[in-house]
């Protein structure tokens, strides 16, 4: 028993060190960009095309922007980490070189960045620089740095002029349920620091993807999700776009999941210790006189642990049921193993007085 339990110990050790990682992995993590202040977006164009195994995302911005002066400047900052390939960008059509922007610049005091100040906040120290808060998760935000963005510099006519972005997306995934879910993600919060917003189009092309898809951002004006989707906004409808592939599983597995791994413990608990109380019956009638019954001791010592055990496994069973889509992610369910100490008593003391009960019931009627 001694060595099972140091094997169980640090299967669950290796276990709970491999679920400490968060459950979401994250995929693309862009947005609309940041706009200086001579610079008014008129309309930004959002047109994504899901691949067909949900695994990447092409995605092509297009913003009609103005500005109000002439010469050399930066218009735009972009957040773009984890994508796919290149990051792209044309203005009026010529493409245009996109650079990170240098790691010194840690504030935007005295910087080619100062007229993007309405964008940042200062920080609690003041060494440290300005920051902006990106959102990619409801009510949870990522805090960036200006050196932590993209940007491209050039001379610009006073006017309107169209700017194009395109790169690849790949996908996040969320493994906080028992299923995964995938998603791709594009953060519309930078928008909030813009002089004014006029329009926003988005288009979700899933003509490639054959199973049902949703968003964040309710029913589409034209089309459906499961083809080529249209929405239109004058107003930012959320701090962040989402598409979400959610994939179906069998009724047997859905079963699975209600009852949960504490159900199926609970089950085998409730059949094995009527199946308990049977034996100590039956022993004792064999038995009457014997002080101790070896039928409780043995059964109080194995069966709480088997019961552990089953919830334990059980949520492996019910990733093996569920398949591929599986999350395989629980926590640190395998520390369960240590409330043996614990049960197992209270189960001995129950089961030994009804032994003690049923005994004084065998030896009155005889």
């Given amino acids: 028993m001694r060595q099972i339990l140091t ?10 060190l491999a679920n400490m990682a968060s459950p979401v992995l994250e995929g693309t993590r862009t947005g609309s960009a940041f706009s200086s202040h001579d610079i008014d977006i008129l309309k930004e164009k959002i047109y994504l095309k899901i691949d067909k195994d949900f695994k990447t995302a092409f995605y092509r911005i297009e913003y009609l922007i103005r500005t109000d002066t002439s010469g050399q400047q930066i218009p735009m900052l972009f957040i773009a980490k984890d994508y796919n390939g290149n990051f792209s960008v044309w203005v009026d059509n010529r493409e245009i070189k996109v650079l990170d922007v ?3 610049y840690k504030t935007i005091r005295h910087t080619p960045f100062e007229k993007f100040s309405n964008s940042f906040n200062r920080s609690s120290r003041d060494e440290e620089g300005e920051t902006v808060e990106i959102f990619w998760q409801e009510n949870s935000g990522t805090i960036y740095y200006l050196n932590d963005l993209k940007y491209f510099e050039i001379d610009l006519t006073k006017g309107e002029h169209q700017i194009r972005v395109e790169y690849m997306a790949n996908v996040w995934t969320d493994r906080s349920d028992w299923v995964k879910e995938y998603s791709f993600r594009y953060s519309l919060s930078p928008a909030k620091y813009w002089k004014s917003f006029d329009n926003l189009e988005i288009t979700l ?21 499961d083809g080529i989707s249209v929405w239109n906004f004058s107003e930012l409808p959320a701090d962040f776009f989402e598409v979400i592939y959610k994939p179906g ?26 199946l308990h109380l049977i034996g100590i019956k039956k022993y004792r009638r064999k038995e009457p006189a014997k ?10 010592i194995i069966l709480p642990f088997i019961v552990l055990l ?8 019910i990733d093996l049921i569920i398949g591929d889509a599986a999350s395989n992610y629980h926590g640190y369910y395998f520390l369960a193993i240590i409330l043996y100490p614990f049960v197992m008593p209270v189960y001995w003391i129950i089961m030994w007085l009804a032994d003690k009960r049923i005994k004084g019931r065998i030896i009155n009627n005889s």
């Fill in 291 to 300: 002080k101790h019954s070896r039928i409780v001791i043995t059964g109080s």
């Fill in 102 to 104: 240098p790691y010194e």
């Fill in 310 to 317: 089953i919830y334990m496994f059980s949520f492996n069973i």
């Fill in 249 to 274: 599983i069998n009724g047997f597995a859905k079963a699975m999941i209600a009852v949960r791994p504490i159900g199926m413990a609970l089950i085998f608990f409730v059949l094995t210790a009527f």
């Fill in 205 to 225: 092309d899933a003509s490639d993807f054959t199973y049902p898809l949703t968003t964040n951002l309710g029913k589409p004006n034209k089309g459906q999700n």
């Fill in 7 to 16: 094997i169980i110990l640090f299967l669950s050790g290796r276990i709970c």
